[in-house]
């Protein structure tokens, strides 16, 4: 079974040629023919199927179907859903199971969504490449020999696979659009606040937000709306209110559209490959009728030093509760609290999550909390207030996703500041809290996808789904050649 997005599963479903049962016992039996990749942490066969049936007598009934009616969707393995495991792809966290569900959970169940499973990712969602997982990598969809990126590469692989019509991922630093470009999908982080982080677990949680991995814009928009507006149990969550995105993205045309072009996202440095594959995309959107506007973005090379600095601040705190004590893995060794302590993080962490914990307790000490911290936190407002100047400006800024193609599994763990360069580009909008989506535009010579980046205003999801939406459509029409 395949289907051009929901809309085309739902008119079948809702016209009876198909039902929930079938439909989800075509996508489980997917999932299970790819069991070897990795992609979930734990597959909900037997909730699934009983959801699908107790829908389908819902249908039967006469009773409304929600919007997502239908809908299989998997969750990142660091978004609490009671009852199922919760585990960050951490040893930490082995045999844990979350008490209360996530508000976006609540609010996808509550439209007829049907959770399939529960996907890999880096541990703690620290990392770029799904390598840092306490269970193993997940090979690229396109190339098993690599990486599907990350953190959030279960999900990304799950869409790509179609073993999942939507995902939720994490993105603090850029692990939904990041893993996304790598498996030729979308991935759409919304404004900081746009949607709850009630039930995800935090990393840096000034940067944390929920993101979508879906084929298209249309299904991505869709689940936005569901899930995004304010909730009481996150006083960061806004009171903004929420379009329908559907209608604005109707209403986004590229006639005369100002598209920012900061010269700093396309450096010398850049990939070749990936460089004529974005800038082809561009010109198809000149074509249409954009205009390209060149910006300057000076400061956009201390994007990365001021993320690490400020997450890893962020993570040596929110990662405390993490003690042997309350959740999980507690050592067996553990004579006294101070080395059940000391041993639980020990082995319960992987290298990386303590390489931040380290890291972002060095930048809070006395003495040097003036010469990094607080550093960083000034350069994050230098970029907030270029970013709002730009926007005085363009409509949107334009680049790559990546400054390279998937790279190889095992190639970049032994270098952690190589590893870190992979955000280069997603970051700048994490820091300054605006949403950004990764478009699917197109090949490189060696048949890996490449995903052109969009940053948009505070709460301009819309108008972004919109600009994607010609963008992906635009570079389907032509082939790449
Ligand atoms: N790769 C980045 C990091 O390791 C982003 C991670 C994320 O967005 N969760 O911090």
Redesign the pocket.
């Known amino acids: 079974m395949q289907f051009h997005g929901y809309q085309d599963l739902r008119s079948k479903l809702l016209s009876h040629e198909l039902t929930c049962e079938q439909v989800i016992s075509d996508y489980l039996q997917r999932i299970d023919t790819h069991r070897d990749d990795n992609i979930f942490t734990a597959v909900f066969h037997d909730a699934a199927m009983a959801r699908a049936r107790e829908l389908d007598a819902k249908l039967q009934r006469g009773e409304t179907p929600g919007r997502l009616f239908g809908m299989p969707i998997a969750i990142k393995d660091n978004i609490s859903m009671k009852g199922a495991p919760l585990g960050c792809a951490s040893r930490i966290l082995q045999g844990y199971e979350s008490v209360y569900d996530a508000t976006a959970i609540i609010r996808m169940e509550a439209e007829d969504a049907i959770f399939v499973g529960r996907t890999n990712m880096?541990e703690f969602?620290?990392?770029?490449s799904n390598e840092n997982s306490a269970i193993g990598p997940v090979p690229n969809p396109f190339d098993k020999t690599r990486v599907p990126g990350?953190?959030?590469g279960g999900s990304a692989a799950a869409v790509a696979n179609d073993l999942a019509m939507v995902a939720l991922g994490?993105?603090?630093?850029?692990?939904?659009r990041?893993p996304a470009g790598f498996c030729n999908i979308v991935g759409l982080k919304p404004t900081y606040g746009r949607i709850s982080r009630y039930g995800l677990v935090a990393?840096?949680s000034s940067?944390?937000q929920i993101g979508l991995l879906a084929a298209n814009c249309d299904d991505a928009a869709l689940v936005l709306g569901v899930i995004a507006g304010k909730d009481e149990h996150d006083a960061t969550s806004s009171h903004h209110d929420v379009p329908e995105y559907d209608t604005t993205m109707d209403h986004v045309s590229l006639e005369g559209l100002r598209i920012g072009v900061p010269r700093a996202f396309f450096p010398e440095s850049l990939n070749t490959d990936v460089a004529g594959v974005v800038k082809a995309g561009l010109k198809k959107l000149e074509d249409a009728g954009a205009e390209l506007v060149a910006i300057d973005l000076p400061e956009s090379d201390y994007a990365i030093a001021a993320?690490?600095i400020l997450?890893t601040a962020e993570a040596s705190s929110n990662l405390a509760r993490f003690d042997g004590a309350r959740y999980g893995y507690r050592s067996p060794d553990s004579p006294d609290l101070s080395s059940m302590y000391v041993n639980s993080r020990t082995e319960g962490f992987g290298a990386?999550v303590k390489r931040r914990i380290m890291l972002g307790t060095y930048v809070l000490s006395a003495g040097y909390y003036d010469t990094y911290y607080k550093k960083a936190q000034q350069v994050r407002r230098v970029f907030q207030d270029r970013y709002r100047e730009a926007f005085e400006k363009v409509d949107v800024i334009f680049g790559p996703t990546s400054p390279f193609p998937p790279f190889g599994i095992g190639d970049k763990m032994d270098n952690p500041l190589e590893?870190?360069l992979?955000?280069v580009f997603?970051?700048p909008a994490?820091i300054v809290g605006m949403p950004a989506i990764s478009v699917p535009v197109g090949m490189d010579s060696l048949s890996l996808p490449v995903g052109v980046h969009l940053i948009c205003n505070f709460f301009e999801e819309g108008k972004m789904l919109g600009i994607a939406r010609h963008l992906q459509t635009l570079c389907q029409a032509v082939p790449s050649n």
């Open positions: 880096d969602a620290m990392g770029s990350g953190s959030s994490s993105d603090t630093g850029g692990s939904v990041q990393f840096a940067f944390d993320y690490y997450v990386e590893m870190y992979a955000d997603t970051v994490s």
